[in-house]
Every structure is written in C-alpha cells, then in structure tokens.
C-alpha cells in the first residue's frame, strides 16, 4: 500500500520509514517530494493533533492517497510548556535548527538544572480517501541540557536527554531513538491500525 507522509523533512521520512519497515512491512511510504506539488495548509491550528488533522487531510485532498502527518514539538516545564505547536519556528519562520536551539538555550539559561524538565510531544493523524480519520499521541520524558550535544536526529535532539539515558537523542543511534521517541510510539501506534 502506498501511503503518503506529508512532510518535506528528510529527517521525519527516513524515522518512520525505518518504524513502518517493522510495524507495518506492506505500507511503501512516500514524502511530499514524491508527489505533484500542492498548496500546504499553514499549520494555524493549537494543538499538535489540530495541525496533524489539517495536513493529513491536505494530502489526501491533492493526492488521493492515504495521508499521515504529524504535529510535534518540545514542551518545557519552564516555558510552560512552550515552544509546543511553535517548535520548529520558535525564532522565527524559517525553522532554522540552530537558532531555535540558540533561542531555547538563552531563554533557559538562568534556569537551575534540576527544573530544566520538558518532554518531545507527538499527534499522529491518518487519513484515508474514504474519511476515515484516526490521530493518536506519544510522548518522551527528559530534560533540556545546556550545550549541544550529537550529531544524529534534527531540531531540539542535541539538546535533549531522555528520561532515564545519559546521552542526548542527537547521541544515539536512529533505532535506539526510535525505541523511546514520542513519534516512535505515536507512530508504531498509527502503523497497527493501517
């Protein structure tokens, strides 16, 4: 079955194909630079499974092919749950990794270690030609250190230590990260029911 990911991120495409490629073997995932381009939905919604809903129902509007999209960010304790549904442009609109790092290290920098608690938040939506619609959610405990560190994953991974592991996502290995991943679970959640 193909199915579409509407996503441009090279990095989002390769982690769920590499869960699908467990999860659901029979599902040959596309991104959007695959298919005819299409007008893209700005993402105005407030909550992750919102803008998740929008795109998916985006892509199958122009493609006719079942649709899966996310939503997902970084929550902070201390920013009271921001950058959220904001963070790929937390510091401005061109979803610039290093700045959105740069502007989340400054905004915590005065912030004690021990309250630097956040969590990677995911909603995962499908939609399939004939309406039916099916979003779920995961999430990934940790903490925001104060350097980068990694040179794996993309936008706040190097930042970020999951709950119980030393390393940042950025350190470790794409299955490893994708054991634990709030889009992992969302995603191996998604990938039964397809």
């Given amino acids: 079955m193909r199915v579409l990911l509407a996503t441009r ?6 982690e769920l194909r590499q869960i699908l490629a467990e999860a659901a ?13 299409y007008p893209e939905t700005p993402e105005t919604e407030l909550t992750f499974a919102g803008n998740a809903l929008l795109k998916a129902r985006d892509g199958v509007k122009h493609t006719g092919l079942p649709t899966i999209a996310d939503d997902s960010g970084l929550a902070v304790d201390a920013l009271n749950g921001m950058p959220g549904v ?8 061109a979803k610039d990794d290093a700045a959105n ?14 309250l630097r ?12 030609p004939d309406g039916r619609e099916l979003v779920v959610h995961g999430e990934m405990p ?6 980068p560190k990694g040179a794996n994953g993309f936008g706040y991974d190097p930042l970020f230590v999951p709950e119980g592991y030393e390393l940042t996502s950025a350190e470790l290995s794409a299955a490893e990260k994708n054991a634990i991943s709030h889009r992992g679970k969302a ?8």
Avoid: M, T, Y
Wanted: proline residues 1%; aromatic residues 6%.
């Fill in 9 to 14: 991120n090279a990095g989002k495409v390769d």
């Fill in 117 to 128: 608690g956040a969590k990677f938040v995911c909603a995962a939506a499908i939609v399939w």
């Fill in 187 to 194: 995603f191996r959640e998604l990938a039964s029911g397809i």
């Fill in 86 to 93: 904001l963070s790929a442009r937390w510091a401005g609109s």
């Fill in 25 to 37: 073997p029979h599902v040959e995932l596309v991104g959007l630079d695959a298919v005819d381009d």
């Fill in 101 to 114: 790092n740069a502007l989340l290290l400054d905004q915590l920098a005065d912030v004690a270690d021990e």
């Fill in 142 to 147: 940790g903490r925001v250190i104060r350097e």
